[in-house]
């Protein structure tokens, strides 16, 4: 791997324990309904692999690829559509599953687009969360971590497609 400065901030161990606390949450919140969990590519892959084992509902799982321009430290706003999502969501509860919200320009922008699609209700659970980065006013329903500032890579994270597979969570030092 390349070298680049990084300290870690939560250990594969803290990440567990909170994936599955969020598990646990929705499994609570929708308990006997039709949940279909829809991970954004690529950056949660793995975060949906843990969350999905932990989950005691049924559900089943979908993807969208969301791409944007640019590739560097910061958050692109000019979102299109790689991949779309293949599942009939209609009347069904769905649940984003993303890795990090930034500035909130993603989620809103997927969020609303799912809606068109009528799905009895959308929660959004990313697993970290830059609150204090917000240009759009958008809040996660579920959030692993908040995390005030640095660019972090690790457990499906990347810097430049560098980075995904680490088993935990680093932020990169300048
Ligand atoms: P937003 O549209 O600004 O909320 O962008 C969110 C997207 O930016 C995430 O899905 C990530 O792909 C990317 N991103 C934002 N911050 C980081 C970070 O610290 N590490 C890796 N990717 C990030
Ligand atoms: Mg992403």
Do not use: N, W
Not at 65 to 79: E, F, H, Q, T
Not at 122 to 137: G, N, P, Q, W, Y
Not at 144 to 153: M, Q, Y
Request: charged share 35%; hydrophobic share 40%; glycine share 6%.
């Amino acid at each position: 791997m390349e070298t680049l400065k990084k300290k870690i901030l939560y250990s594969k161990e803290t990440i567990d324990r909170r994936v599955k606390e969020l598990a646990d949450a929705i499994s609570r919140d929708l308990e006997g309904k039709e949940v279909v969990l829809i991970a954004v590519l690529k950056g949660a892959f793995i975060f949906l692999a843990d969350l999905a084992r932990y989950l005691k509902v049924q559900h089943s799982v979908d993807f969208v690829r969301l791409a944007s321009y640019g590739s560097g430290l910061v958050s692109p706003g000019k979102i299109t559509v790689t991949k779309e999502i293949e599942t009939d969501i209609e009347g069904k509860e769905v649940v984003i599953v993303e890795d990090i919200v930034d500035t909130g320009i993603t989620m809103e922008f997927l969020r609303e687009r799912l809606k068109k699609r009528a799905p009895a209700s959308i929660r959004i659970c990313t697993l970290l969360d830059k609150k204090h980065r917000r240009e759009i006013a958008i809040d996660a329903d579920y959030v692993g971590f908040d995390l005030d500032e640095g660019f972090v890579v690790g457990y499906g994270l990347d810097f430049d497609e560098k980075f995904r597979c680490l088993p935990d969570i680093y932020v990169i030092e300048e």
